[in-house]
């Protein structure tokens, strides 16, 4: 069974930090690429940062780049995003996301919040 669940998500105030860490299962981790994904109220779900399925190269929204750092640990099945300085315009429910040669799997999601 396919399982991708997100965790980290919390209420922080701006200027803050959180690691937002993803744990996959049953799926070929390492033949995945992984991305961070992430839907505010009223808004369509957008693409934060991506990470190729060995690590090599990332990719970052022009929002976060700076500020935000995606990693993953093929060891371990998991994925992380470092997110730093973060703004209000930040809140969202955060989605792990993986693709790969077939088939695209989603998490359910964690909710972050920047707010003083």
């Known amino acids: 069974q396919v399982q991708l669940v997100e965790s980290g998500g919390a209420l922080v105030q701006p200027g803050g930090s959180l690691r937002l860490s993803c744990a996959a299962s049953?799926?070929?981790?390492?033949?995945?690429?992984m991305s961070w994904y992430r839907q505010a109220p009223g808004k369509e779900r957008e693409l934060v940062a991506s990470?190729?399925?060995?690590?090599?190269?990332?990719n970052y929204a022009d929002s976060v780049k700076g500020r935000f750092t995606i990693s993953r640990g093929n060891a371990k099945n998991m994925v992380y995003l470092q997110m730093n300085s973060l703004k209000p315009e930040d809140t969202a429910v955060y989605y792990c996301?993986?693709?790969?040669?077939?088939?695209?799997?989603w998490g359910q999601g964690t909710q972050v919040t920047v707010s003083s």
């Open positions: 996301n993986a693709v790969g040669p077939e088939y695209i799997y």
């Open positions: 049953g799926f070929i981790f390492r033949s995945y690429a």
């Open positions: 990470i190729s399925s060995t690590g090599g190269n990332t």
